[in-house]
């Protein structure tokens, strides 16, 4: 099939599954894995943050590139979709890690701002050179399994949805076994809680960062490559993406990882809702307003400490 | 004193005013010896950017915080300014004066609880802020005219004089950015800039010397704020024609880079860093193609190898070096 | 002058500080001594307002001040110096100083930017005594050095600069020869007793007990927390709880 006839077809699917009484539902689910891809860029913004301390906006563009390394190992390595899926994720921790190595580690300062402004400029890097490999045009790829909806109660499910469902919770557990049960987890955590104190114990600052830039890559690259089937793929698909990742990071707390999962399932779903009853032209913005105003009222995020 | 040291007394006693009188030399001059609309346009831009700039400048350089939407409060100058000179017929001036005002209390809205919290928040309220506007913008087509821009925005008049050409236009930005240069040079050469310098150096310190460092950031982002606003109403009221593509997320992000090639905190540092990234285009034949390469590049090589900015880095090496030279010769 | 009534301060349920009270006399050089980790610095951070006391009252002339923000506090005439150097080191030794007149340099940023005749006659009496106080620390050659090149003793008066050119009420100092040599000690010694013959009202944390006893008018002993004496410089040094603070442990491992 066709990319166009493809897409095509995705737009009738959705407008004969609105059936009244269903809608609710319709919408939560909807809400549901939007939301899931949020909580994982979101989990990605919290790795590095809680590392580093700073707000690292190439999450951003991470997101894009898994899409984009997903797009090549399909269609011009020709792989099956789940080799193809691991191969993209790993490129995309792999990219992550060597920009931290190479971008942000020989920085001659500590200051957080500056840091912050580096993680900027090697964002705009980054966007820059998926537009001269990949072009500006814009792609789509196909869902990971098949596009049949499934019933659900009454509502329908795309299969993609179930997907994101599914591989964010497997990545969430990973995650936690891995700040649980690891050494080097159990370091990072140190890290989190006292930076100076692990430097004292002997934690080397500089593998806990890479470290971290891996997980925050693979975060994002996994975000991107179960998004992109459902939008479209572009070389800034990231940029909206991520920062309503880095909402939810705040709307849950930021740094805490609970926080950012719950932030991000609870965004999506007030956007969804919002979209279905109120007005979609603004759909965008919703997420930012809820930010700003949670900066107002509660800065510290629901589960922030 | 020799008539040789008397001179060179009185030059470093009024380095700042004397260096000033010069660039404005320049630009009472720059019409006489090219009046190519073209190159008018690209140094009406240069003021423009300059406005932006000088303020966001300050608010990097002097309060720590970062701004990643400095292009908000440009967009909301220029469109705020457009739609009540045109829709509603006010008069440019007024309404140009109405939107700084807006905007200063938006700015205030956001600034007062957002820079109460420690860390960088600010720079993620003021991006969603931006993305906020810039929806708005696109999507509210009967006032905003939507996605393909608003036209037809009456320029600026005195009287019955009209600033509608481009050398009347040059004049009156660059009066208007160098007015905003002067204004912030005595601003940091005053107590209240020192106290400034003291929040971006270290926040407990300037505390206990007595400077209210919550309300300084305050003001400092509320004026950079305004000073975007007048920049943007500028903008809007000498091109006559303004797009929701100027005021997006990346044109934030490109004041951010002319801040740090300017340096942070450095007045002249923000002419130079607003003039240098609008010409970069003309110099580059190929830049369209590596835009991002070449402004991510310079962002992050100056952020690497000079932290404070390039021209206040090369400035603070020399600074230091000059210093242990004149204590090595006396030594 | 300066007052405190049952300061304590808790850190996550930590008590640093139980029930500290004493009196700072207008005039005279109090020091605060005590062991390391006996809550001198969390006492004066609370005096300053730079991390305010859990419970507790401080006057300052008769004005509550144990709620106000560090500026307030500054405001009223209490300037202090930091243990771990707090200068700006990009900002030149001058302007360093010029930063402890920010009081009195006026807020406003509308009157800074038009910088009009009288703000540039202030300024420039602003400069003439910072000048001044350069002068008294021995530091004019290096007015316009940045601060960040400077030795650390150069440092160390700079600070000390900072916090006395603006002739506060009260001076706070927060060991001010840590880390100096002992000519260095003793110059610092000396300004010390040309500020107290001056009259200048002083609070100084202190581990060198020669300077303490040489310079002080009252000593207060702070011991866990706990205030446990204070007295003239002599009545202090024959007191069994002071000796017990600083030599008892050395009994108990005997």
Known sequence: MSRQLWLASQDTKLQDGFFVHTDFLQFILSGLTTGSIYALIALGFCVVSNTMGIVNFIQVDFVTLGGMFMFTSLFTLGLPALPALVLAVAAVALVAMVLERIGLRPARSANHLVLIFLTVGLSIILRGLIKLVWGTNRMALPPLSSDVPVQILGASVLPQALWIFGLTMLAIAVLTWFFHRTSLGLCMRAVAVNPTAAAVVGIASGRIRLTSYAIAGALGGLAGVLVTPITTLNYDVGVLLGLKGFAAAILGGFGSFPGAILGGLGLGLVESVSAGYLSSAYKDVVAFVLLLLVLCVRPKGLLGR | ?331 | MLQLNNISKNFAGLPALCQVSFQVPQGQLTALIGPNGAGKSTLINCITGVAPCSSGRISFDQTDITALPAHAITRLGIQRTFQNLRLFPRLSVLDNVLTGLTCEGGSSLFMAMLRLPYLRHRERRLKLRALEALDRYGLTAKAHWPAGVLAYGDKKRVELARATVGNPRLLVLDEPVAGLNAEETCVVAEHLRQLRRNGQTIVLVEHDMDLVMNAADQVVVLDSGQCIASGTPESVQRNPMVLEAYLGRMEATA
């Open chain 2, 1 to 331: 004193m020799t008539s040789i040291q008397r001179l060179l007394y009185f030059l470093t006693l009024h380095r700042t005013g004397l260096a000033v009188c010069m660039v404005s030399l320049g630009a009472l001059l720059f019409p006489v010896l090219d009046d190519n609309p073209y190159t008018l346009g690209l140094s009406h831009l240069v003021a423009i950017n300059t406005l932006v700039v000088l303020g966001l400048n300050l608010f990097i350089g002097y309060a720590g915080q970062i701004s990643l939407g400095h292009a908000t409060f440009f967009g909301l100058g220029a469109y705020g300014s457009a739609i009540i000179s045109t829709t509603w017929a006010v008069s440019p001036w007024l309404s140009l004066i109405l939107v700084a005002l807006c905007v200063a209390l938006l700015a205030l809205v956001i600034g007062i609880p957002v820079l109460r919290l420690s860390g960088h928040y600010l720079a993620m309220a003021t991006l969603g802020l931006n993305f906020v506007v810039y929806t708005i913008l696109i999507q509210w087509d009967e006032v905003t005219g939507g996605p393909s821009g608003f036209a037809g925005i009456p320029a600026l008049s005195c009287a019955d004089f009209v600033f509608d050409t481009p050398v009347r236009q040059h004049y009156l930005l660059w009066a208007f950015a160098l007015g905003a240069m002067l204004l912030m040079l005595n601003l940091v050469r005053s107590g209240v800039g020192r106290g400034l310098a003291a929040v971006a150096g270290d926040e407990i310190a300037a505390s206990s010397l007595g400077v209210n460092t919550q309300a300084a950031k305050v003001k400092i982002f509320v004026l950079s704020a305004v000073l975007a606003s007048l920049a943007g109403s500028l903008f809007a009221h000498s091109f006559g024609y303004i797009s929701p593509d100027t005021f997006g997320i990346f044109a934030s992000t490109d004041f951010v880079i002319m801040v740090v090639v300017g340096g942070m905190g450095s007045i002249w540092g923000a002419a130079f860093g607003a003039a240098f990234l609008t010409l970069l285009p003309e110099w580059m034949d190929i830049f369209d193609t590596y835009k991002d390469l070449v402004h991510g590049g310079i962002l992050v090589l100056v952020l690497m190898f000079l932290p404070q900015g390039l021209v206040t880095g090369l400035m603070d090496m020399l600074k230091i070096r000059w210093a242990l030279r004149r204590h090595n010769a006396s030594a």
